[in-house]
T-cell receptor, first 112, second 117 residues
Framework: QKEVEQNSGPLSVPEGAIASLNCTYSDRGSQSFFWYRQYSGKSPELIMSIYSNGDKEDGRFTAQLNKASQYVSLLIRDSQPSDSATYLCAVNNPGTASKLTFGTGTRLQVTL | GAVVSQHPSRVICKSGTSVKIECRSLDFQATTMFWYRQFPKKSLMLMATSNEGSKATYEQGVEKDKFLINHASLTLSTLTVTSAHPEDSSFYIC?????????????FGPGTRLTVL
């Protein structure tokens, strides 16, 4: 059973702080990792993708991947109230290039 | 603008009726589309992979006779919930897999909220 694990939260951070979201996955063969943001009642939107060990930065977002530890994280700097949403970690299924397994999501609350 | 559209966005139906949801890829031809279901406060669960011109591949536990998928063209996949019951009430989301070199992941539609009375 391929699994993607996330803490469901809620994770509460004050405005301007760094939010750290974590995800672990079970299948060592996975090669592609994605973070999606989902607002209540809406469909997911892609925030970041990462394929290699290390950090990948895009604006206020940084994705971190450690394949040896089977761990991927998302850092959000200077958190804004508009960042309040559920963040879904998704991992590809090896051998099925585009098929994804999603984690349960972490709900982030950015407080004023 | 929207890359993948879904119709309808919201539907309410009586128990026992069938409901068809359309998923259209607007910017590219998609040989593969995916159908997901999401219950409140739960994650996306893949129901099936829709392949243009061939039968859909269903995930374990998903009844293929209840959730009929048709992918008749490279831009359209439909999901029909047959003989819907209240437990089928959920948020149904499709995604389209773009061609190689277009982008690195699926594009999601806006979702269809189904309520079965």
């Amino acid at each position: 059973q391929k699994e993607v694990e996330q803490n469901s939260g809620p994770l509460s951070v004050p405005e301007g702080a760094i939010a750290s979201l974590n995800c672990t996955y079970s299948d060592r063969g996975s090669q592609s990792f994605f973070w999606y943001r989902q607002y209540s009642g809406k469909s997911p939107e892609l925030i970041m993708s990462i394929y290699s060990n290390g950090d990948k930065e895009d604006g206020r977002f940084t994705a971190q991947l450690n394949k040896a530890s089977q761990y991927v994280s998302l850092l959000i700097r200077d958190s804004q109230p508009s960042d309040s949403a559920t963040y879904l970690c998704a991992v590809n299924n090896p051998g099925t290039a585009s098929k994804l397994t999603f984690g349960t999501g972490t709900r982030l609350q950015v407080t004023l | 603008g929207a890359v993948v559209s879904q119709h309808p966005s919201r539907v309410i139906c009586k128990s026992g009726t069938s409901v068809k949801i359309e998923c259209r890829s607007l910017d590219f031809q998609a040989t593969t589309m995916f159908w997901y279901r999401q219950f409140p406060k739960k994650s996306l669960m893949l129901m099936a992979t829709s392949n243009e011109g061939s039968k859909a591949t269903y995930e374990q536990g998903v009844e293929k006779d209840k959730f009929l998928i048709n992918h008749a063209s490279l831009t359209l996949s439909t999901l029909t919930v047959t003989s819907a019951h209240p437990e089928d009430s959920s948020f149904y989301i499709c995604s389209a897999d773009p061609p190689a070199g277009y982008t690195d992941t699926q594009y999601f539609g806006p979702g269809t909220r189904l309520t079965v009375l």
